[in-house]
């Protein structure tokens, strides 16, 4: 089997350490670089970790419900609704959670499904139970959107949750995006798998899990359908966790069992995240919504954070304007510390 593109290398810096009478100091750092998705990283091997729970009140001081747009005050006065023949009711469906257009479209097809009237969840309520309506309004829409023929082929889940992950309302919501042409990275995710594939290597997602699982130093578990792993070179500062669907190549062939899997997995990582004082995330959940026999349905969750006392972002030049980022999580580490979560 041929091994994947994971390069890396150690690097160390040397100073005169102000708090050691100016004895040298060396720290070493890994830089590395995983070709699947083209993510540099800079692994700081000297971990740090958030220390205290950032405080939420001051966001719902900022956003109370009574402003909120998602709250049963405002929502049928505030929220779009889709045109006729998309659905007649103007919005999905299911229990509690509602989707509908995003007011502030980037995608020509971009909606907004809230799970429930709930303003504020904390990240330790966000429970399998109360996730499963939010996320089959999601996949209402998408086979309705394939329904109607228009050719669409990629679709995605996508959630800013809170603030620091970019969440502009506080009310929990998820966001779909369904499109002609994929995004730039899961545009590079394609061509990795085909690329993969066209040289007689098979499915690089099949590849990858059974590497990762024989390295042991990054799948955290398989919970039946779907792999769960740390990603080599993260895309966040607070790390990386993947799963993948295995041989679901379409958005379609998601049973409610696979959705149910995925949410008991999530909620588990956010007990994990809740636990480690993070109060921020993104996800995305990537598909093709027509078979695509080299790529999987898979997705990532990043924790998200600000340094107090500043609130300072956790992007800085270094991710945006050079396009590698810096992590001072260990993958293999997080990987270690996530396990028990999955065995309980
Ligand atoms: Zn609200």
Redesign the pocket.
Known sequence: MKKLGFKKETTVGRYLDPFNNFQEKQVSFEVRYDDITGVSSRILLYRSRMSLKPEVDSYLEK?P?SL????PGLFEKLTPKFTPDIISEGRFQRGQSYLFPNAFPYDQNHSVAIFS????VPMNELTPGFMQNGFKVCGDYFHRMAQMNLGYKYCSINWNYMPPAGGG???PHLQTVVGLKPTNYVQRLLESAQKYAGNANGNLWRNLIVLEKEAQERFITSTGSISWLTSFAPKSMGGEIDFIFQEKSSFFELTEANIAELLSGLSRIFSYLHLNNFISFNISLYAPMINDNNFWVQGKIVPRFVVNPLGTSDINYFEKLHNEIICPVVPEELCRELQPYFNS
């Open positions: 956003s419900e909120c747009p998602f709250c009237p709930r303003h504020f309302v506080i009310h």
